[in-house]
């Protein structure tokens, strides 16, 4: 079955620390990549995204990911976290053909703190 | 500033009323989506149209939900009756289906917060 697995469900760092959050798939077809961020009493918004071509793309905030198919990630980091980043964070992938890569599916969710 | 726009943002409903959420989403959108957030089972995919025809509603339970669009600029996401396990958040989002991945993007709206009581 296909799904998605963020691992830890709450991550705390310092300002000024980096940010890493992760995010593996499983599936037998490498699918499209997407994280979002999610404050409180929000909706979703989208951070970055992997479709094709280069593998490590950047994203709004600083925040970047690479896609590594030998390692079926997705893992979002930033190199110096600021008090803004905290909010949830939803990786999201969606399969198959052009014209439903639309349809996500999402991990649980990281809920990232940033103390002082 | 386009966006999507969900209403009403809080719904306090008894036990058995029906409920309505709308969902305008941006103008020129063709994809429209309604997903559920709950602790428990995270963002689920409830439905999903597109043109305004419905292509997959299999995470909707049939019984007592149902989803429409009677226009393009309109997507309505119906309980009846409501039971207290469908307290959650309900997010509509929209996009376009060009055809090509890299230019799909889902827009969430803010999203309708209902308890059932």
């Known amino acids: 079955a296909q799904s998605v697995t963020q691992l830890g469900s709450h991550v705390s760092v310092s300002e000024g620390a980096l940010v890493l959050l992760r995010c593996n798939y499983s599936?037998?077809?490498?699918?499209?990549l997407f994280w979002y961020v999610q404050y409180p009493n929000q909706g979703l918004q989208l951070l970055l995204k992997y479709t094709t071509g280069a593998t490590l793309v950047k994203g709004i905030n600083g925040f970047e990911a690479e896609f590594k198919k030998s390692e079926t990630s997705f893992h979002l980091t930033k190199p110096s976290a600021h008090m803004s980043d905290a909010a949830e964070y939803f990786c999201a992938v969606s399969w198959g053909f052009i014209g439903t890569a639309s349809k996500l599916t999402f991990g649980t969710g990281t809920r990232l703190q940033v103390t002082l | 500033d386009a966006r999507v726009t969900q209403t009403p943002r809080h719904k306090v409903t008894e036990m058995g009323q029906e409920v309505t959420m709308r969902c305008q989403p941006i103008l020129g959108h063709n994809t429209v989506f309604w997903y559920r957030q709950t602790m428990m089972q995270g963002l689920e995919l409830l439905a999903y149209?597109?043109?305004?025809?419905?292509?997959?509603d299999s995470g909707m339970p049939k019984d007592r939900f149902s989803a429409e669009m009677p226009d393009a600029t309109l997507a309505t996401l119906k309980i009846q009756p409501s039971e207290p396990r469908d307290s959650a958040v309900y997010f509509c989002?929209?996009?376009?289906?060009?055809?090509?991945?890299?230019?799909?993007?889902?827009?969430f709206g803010q999203g309708t917060r209902l308890t059932v009581v």
């Open positions: 989002a929209s996009g376009i289906e060009t055809g090509d991945p890299a230019n799909t993007e889902a827009f």
């Open positions: 149209f597109r043109n305004r025809a419905p292509l997959d």
């Open positions: 599936s037998s077809v490498p699918p499209y």
